[in-house]
Each structure stands twice: as structure tokens, then as C-alpha cells.
């Protein structure tokens, strides 16, 4: 089997979420139908993506890796070669919630040391788990209230800082607020915190004591860390604005030390929040140090100046450019931003279509769009990969959206692939069916090539 050695540590392959690995991974175009799968059996659905780690050592013994977190916060090490499960770690007190509403939607990330792995449970924690054994080394609470205050977006790392935020659960019972949480991954400890309502209080809320509820930062990537400068971007769902403490419906860019400076909020903000249309229903999307795209629910896809998001006074609207998501449906997933040569390309999949656009002369160009819908695509060895929530995961040619083949793959949600070393791991499942089985599509070439 053919093998680059390389990990996929996050979700969206990098910090900044690109969702774009640039190896070799072994898989082409020419071998594509020469993939086989084994469906391996989990306790829990992983509504989210695996990472992987290649030859670590776990209880003595090299292994390719993935490592996923189930709904109900079991976390697993499973050997990429063969699919037995080498650890599994539950949270503490793990009955008090499973079968319920109470989940966690995030992907784990991995350390740069490759020793450890950061993982979320719906008791509002974040755990510090060895690779080795699957030991929690610390457990850090990031919620005062985790059954209203859901970790749904996936985990981030930078400069030795785990990020994660927090959002609500379906149908938006408060008092919950949006906020993120910068923690210390070699202790635990919460270095900083930036609520999206009530942000001049800069520590964790007890949810009702904030005049203000919801503004949820629940998009699949989470907080998305801007190469060099470390600032992250994040966006929020409904909730009230007000350009001064309260951010609903807003991009926000904040300092490494998660301190606000630079915003922006459409001009109709208002309307987004009386009818339940939440700008952040996905991640800022970085395509360049001046330009950032954000979706939403309303069908739209915002072309942004990060010039004039600068500064902590309120930005209402200039949007460089407005595009319709790929079928003009709500966007829930995280875009590709694909660079190929010196071109940057912005992929996006949605309930309707999957669309590719160029970004040339500050705007977005369409390029080619498939009838075909998807979850977050992921471009990896030169190949296009999106999963339809429906079933089947689908294999394009990004440059052109000829569709190469479609691996058979059952239902599911926000579930995405990942590709590296000859190995593709996609989880199926919906984490709204509150199931305490489920499944980990592994495709693998044969151990000839």
C-alpha cells in the first residue's frame, strides 16, 4: 500500500480550516476503483470527522491511527491497518447523558508532539488524552451550564493554545451565550475567554446572570486561526447586536488573546435574528490575508475585506461581493479553499449542490457546479471529496467537478472524510437519532500497491 507517512491532525486539515492537504496520498484517479471498505463497528456515533496519526506508539506497539469522538463523548484510538479499536476512553458519570439530547459534535485535534489528543464531551469538558493508552491527563470545564451550552464545533490548536467555543442545543432554549475558550494544552488551564454576549466580562458566565441569550458559534470549523498573526475568526448565530457587548449574527476577528479587534454584521442583521437566520451557521472561510467568505443560513455567500473589519467600532455591511451558495439553500458545512498553482479556489457544498468558484481580481468567479449534495468537501492528492449526507461519497476532479467515482456509504449528517496514506475514514450517522452505536468507513488500497 502505498504510504506518505503524513497526518490529518484537525478538523479542515490546518488551523485555518483550508480543508486542503496538498500531499501525495497515495490514492489517484488511476486506483480509485481499486478501494476497499470495511465498516467498523463504534460505540456511539461520530457526527463529525476522524484525525489520524501515523506510526505512534500505542500500549508499545507502532500503529497508524484514527481517533474519533462519539456524541456522547466516547473517544476511540482505532488502527488505520486493520479497524480494531486499540483504546477507548468514556467520560466520567458518562450515564447521566447518554440516550439524550446532551451531545458534542466536535472533532478532536492533535498535538504537534503527536503524544496527545484534545477531545470534547456534552458535559461541557475538554480532555487531554494520551495517545499511548487513552489516560486523561487533565479535564477542563469550558461551560457553566453544558446542558444548555453544546461543544458542537470542532477543536483547534495554536501555539500551544486548545480553542474551542460553544453554542446551543436544537430549538435554542436559553440561557445559553456563544463564547470562546482558549485553554493551555500543556495544563488545562483557561487562559482566556471571549463571549459573544456580555464580551465586555471577560471569564465564563453563569448563562441567566447575561441579560442577553443565544449567538451561538456552532459552524463545523469553529474558531478558524489566521496564518502568522494567530487572530481567530469566528462567526455567530442569533442573538441580539448591538456593535458594543452584544455580537449575534456577526464575523468576528479577535487577537490571539482573545480580544476583539475588528467585526462585521450585515446591514439587516435584525431581520436575521427575528427569523432565525443565523449568519454563523458556518466558520469564516480564510482564502487570503485580505479576504475572508462567509455563508449562513440565508443562502448567501459573503465576499470580506479583513481591512475593513478592523477595529473594535461596529461594521455594518460594504461587503466586497454577494454569491449564492451552490443550490441557494442554508449553509451548514465548511468550504475547501483549494490552491492549486497561484490560483485560490473556494469549494462549497450544500443540501442542494456542490459549486466551485475562482477567486481572481477580488471576486469570486463561478467555475463549475454539480446537482450533487454535500458536507464540508475536502480536497486531498489532487483529488475532490465530498460526502453525501444521503449516502455515498463522491470523487471529483476539483478543476473540473468530473465526478471519478462514488464510494457506497450509508446516511448521515455533518459526517466528513478524511484521506491520508492510502486510507480514506468517513463515520456515518446522525447525532440527532441519539444512537449508542455506529459506524467508521475506512477504504483502503490493497496491500499490494
Known sequence: MASSGSDWTRFG????????????????AANLSSLNRQQVRLPGTVDSSAIYLHGVSIHGAAHDAFFVTTTYGITLAIDASTGRILWRWTPPRYSR???????????????????????????GRIQKLSVATGRAVWRRSITKLPSREKIAASLNLESGHVIATTGGYVGDAPPYQGHVAVLSARSGRLLHVWNSLCSNLHRLLVPARCPASDSAIWGRAGAVVAPGSGRLLVATGNGPWDGRTNWGDAVLVLSSRARLVGNYTPVDTAQLNASDTDLGSTSPVYLTSRLIAQG?????????????????????????QIVATPSGAELFTAPAVWRSGKRVWLIAADGGATQAWSLRGGRLHPVWSRGNPGTSPV?????????????GLRVYRPASGTLLATLSAGPGHWNSPIVADGRVALPEGDANDHATSGVLDIWRLPKTQ
Open 13 to 28: 486539515w490546518d488551523a485555518r480550516r483550508s480543508n486542503d492537504d496538498p500531499g501525495a496520498t497515495g490514492i489517484t
Open 97 to 123: 447523558w447518554v440516550g439524550s439530547a446532551q451531545i458534542t459534535t466536535a472533532t478532536p485535534v492533535a498535538d504537534p508532539s503527536r503524544r496527545w489528543i484534545y477531545a470534547a464531551s456534552p458535559d
Open 296 to 320: 449562513g443560513k440565508d443562502g448567501k455567500i459573503r465576499l470580506l475585506s479583513l481591512v475593513r473589519l478592523r477595529g473594535a467600532r461596529p461594521h455594518k455591511g460594504r461587503e466586497l
Open 379 to 391: 480536497v486531498a492528492g489532487g483529488l475532490l471529496w465530498v460526502y453525501d449526507p444521503g449516502g
